[in-house]
């Protein structure tokens, strides 16, 4: 036993620190790491490596219907659009954000039609999204919506104005845009 000990003692000498040893009175007991209580303040290491409720991930599609109709003829770069989600966004089954919620785009170019029968187009995307008071900014893919060549002819995301060769984006389009970057909306 004084061998142990003599070892115990030169290895913490050597080492820099000094021996842990463990009083042999007949009623102590050991607390062993396993046995102590966990902290009750910080974060559990377990616990970030869990996926977060509060993320929205790059792709998460967002479907907006607009406030008030979009035209090349009267937006503007820069401007902004209001609208609502038409689609509660669920996410591992969970409704995370309830339709009806408000957003916020912009319209990022446009293009009035010209004289010499320039079709005109719009380029929009989303700005933020209205989650319980708390604006979260988004940053989403674009839609773009051009005139086709005929005045009459309506291009895939908005319409023609049947007297110039302009775009309208209607309120009854549901326009859909999807997230370039993970976002926290928490």
């Known amino acids: 036993m004084v061998f142990a000990f003599a070892l115990a003692l030169a290895c913490a000498l050597s080492c820099g620190k000094a021996p842990n040893v ?3 009175s007949p009623g102590s007991t050991q607390i062993l790491p ?3 209580q966990p902290p009750t303040e910080g974060t559990s290491p377990t616990q970030s490596l869990l996926p977060s ?3 929205m991930p790059e792709g998460t599609s967002l479907v907006v219907r607009l406030q008030k109709p979009l035209s090349s003829v009267s937006a503007h770069a820069g401007d902004n659009f209001e609208g609502t989600l038409d689609e509660s966004v669920v ?3 969970q409704t995370v954000i309830a339709r009806g919620v408000r957003v916020t785009g912009r319209v990022l170019d446009v ?3 010209g004289g010499d029968q320039t079709p005109g187009y719009l380029r929009i995307a989303l700005a933020s999204v209205n989650i319980g008071g ?3 900014l988004v940053d989403t893919s674009s839609i773009f919506a051009k005139a086709g060549s005929h005045p009459q002819r309506p291009s895939p995301t908005g319409t023609a104005s049947p007297d ?3 775009v309208v984006i209607p309120l009854d389009r549901r326009l859909t845009f999807r997230l370039i970057q993970a976002t926290d909306f928490k």
Do not use: I, M
Request: net charge neutral; aromatic share 4%.
């Open 22 to 24: 463990p009083e042999s």
């Open 34 to 36: 396993f046995d102590r």
């Open 53 to 55: 409720a509060t993320r």
């Open 91 to 93: 996410l591992e089954g």
């Open 111 to 113: 293009r009035r039609s």
């Open 134 to 136: 708390t604006t979260v």
């Open 164 to 166: 110039s060769n302009d």
